[in-house]
């Protein structure tokens, strides 16, 4: 069953419950105007059963007659019949209602009204601009003239436009700001989901002064300079000024008049700059007593977990303990040492060496010791790296004695010298000579992006010429 469009926009006025709560939803989730089509449905049944509630037992066609008829009226394929949805995408699971019709549900409520942020004001400013730049390079403005009918059009659409947004966006301030201002200020410090309620209600406050209360003040700004175009109120003003030269004084005026409306928004928006700022300070105060408690927290746990994490055992602090960073914390420390016997009323290892040992040692002779030779003891994994270390000392050795001189192939040069003096000779000898010469003070790498090839009578070496530099000084 199709219901028009006059009837379906006033079940769903008259359910606006409903749509409120999606467009709720559409601004906590920030992904456009999409509904997705799993949450309306799910809001949708729940409606129906709160109009004609079902019966387990009762068959289909025994539905209320206000179910069937609403239902026929909020169904998607219906809405979308009569173009109150204008997409549906089920491969995504999402739908979007007309402009409209998301605008009208935002009126019922002025909390849900757009607040406009920096980048809507940019685009505000940026359309001015581009329509200043039309009529400052149109030779001629006559009312018989297409073109100009239509740029005035355009013009006094954007004016408009931009007046209703202003006026919508300074609404939703106040109305959001009027309750976020009430749930802090009734706040209960013994209850603490109204102080949780409180703290996200002041930094949404925090938000709102950052990304709606300044954007705005500076978009209303007119003697700011702009790296690109000029200021809104300027740009605007600039087009009513080449209107009144080219002989329309009553579209200028209403241009000028236009611009002390936008300009007049600046007031309600300082005064709320204003009431604002106590809560501003409020929150960045709250954030630094949670920092301090934070801090706090942090060292008392720092604490605790050192005194429980069994480093402290036996009351020993261990050696690499803080304390000892500062020797002058033990300044007038005395030991004490007993030199008779005491005789304590638990037996102490401890003690009883110690005092054994005060009391043998006096009498202890020392024993004369023996030099002996040792006769070396050597691995073979130790030889061998024994030899590699005195190849790799030879071969740099090697490459520091080199007189350095440009060459086109550095590691042609590089392995005639090398094969010259070792005996046997690899190609890994050449790389090795090459780590070597990497960081020598002098010489400059550059690479020539041509591949070059090194053989032997085993090996074989393929490689990136590079051109020896020597820089002068």
């Not at 549900?105 to 920096?118: C, E, I, T, Y």
């Not at 102080?195 to 978009?219: C, D, H, M, Q, T």
């Not at 036996?314 to 040492?337: C, E, H, I, M």
């Not at 009578?457 to 530099?469: A, H, Q």
């Amino acid at each position: 069953m199709i219901v028009n469009a006059e009837f379906a926009t006033i079940s769903m006025i008259e359910n606006k419950k409903l749509f409120l709560d999606l467009i709720d939803n559409m601004d906590q989730v920030g992904e456009g105007e999409e509904v997705p089509i799993a949450l309306y449905q799910r809001k949708l049944t729940e409606l129906l059963d709160q109009v004609g509630p079902l019966n387990k037992d009762r068959p289909a066609k025994d539905v209320p007659p206000a179910r069937r008829k609403l239902e026929a009226a909020l169904s998607i394929d219906n809405l979308e019949r009569v173009g109150l949805v204008i997409h549906v995408d089920h491969v995504r699971g999402v739908m979007v209602f007309a402009p409209f019709i998301i605008d009208m549900f935002r009126h019922f409520d002025g909390s849900r009204l757009r607040k406009l942020n920096s980048a809507d004001y940019e685009l505000i400013r940026a359309s001015f601009n581009r329509l200043y730049g039309i009529f400052a390079g149109m030779q001629s403005l006559s009312e018989d003239d297409l073109d100009s009918k239509e740029q005035i059009h355009a013009l006094r659409k954007e004016i408009r436009s931009a007046l209703s947004k202003m006026k919508e966006c300074v609404s939703a301030l106040q109305s959001r700001l009027t309750r976020l201002g009430e749930i802090v200020d009734q706040m209960r410090y013994d209850d603490i989901d109204e102080v949780s309620a409180a703290k996200e209600a002041l930094g949404e406050i925090n938000s709102i002064y950052l990304r709606n209360i300044l954007p705005a003040l500076e978009f209303l700004a007119e003697n700011t300079d702009l790296k690109e175009g000029k200021p809104a109120l300027q740009a605007l003003t600039l087009i009513g000024d080449h209107l009144v030269r080219y002989g329309h004084k009553r579209l200028a005026t209403s241009i000028y008049y236009n611009v002390e409306a936008i300009r007049s928004y600046r007031y309600d928006i300082d005064v709320i700059r204003g009431s604002l700022m106590r809560y501003v300070q409020q929150n960045t105060a709250q954030r630094r007593a949670y920092d301090k408690i934070e801090q706090a927290w942090n060292i008392l746990h720092g604490a605790v977990q050192h005194l429980h994490d069994g480093a402290l055992k036996g009351n020993q602090l261990p050696s690499n303990d803080a304390v000892f960073d500062n020797w002058s914390t033990f300044n007038g420390v005395k030991f004490r040492r007993f030199d008779p016997k005491v005789e304590w009323p638990e037996r102490s290892h401890r003690l009883l060496l110690t005092e054994h040992l005060r009391t043998e040692l006096p009498n202890a002779k020392a024993l004369v010791a023996v030099p002996q030779a040792v006769k070396p003891h050597r691995s073979p994994t130790q030889g061998r790296k024994r030899e590699e270390d005195e190849r790799l000392f030879s071969i740099s050795r090697l490459v520091a004695g080199w007189g350095l001189y440009p060459c086109e192939d550095l590691h042609e040069e590089l392995n005639r010298y090398l094969s010259s003096h070792l005996v046997p000779y690899g190609l890994n000898d050449l790389l090795v000579g090459l780590s070597c010469l990497t960081g020598t003070d002098g010489a400059a790498l550059v690479p020539r992006f041509e591949v070059g090839t090194l053989a032997t009578e085993t090996e074989r070496l393929r490689y990136y010429k590079v051109r020896l530099e020597i820089a002068h000084a």
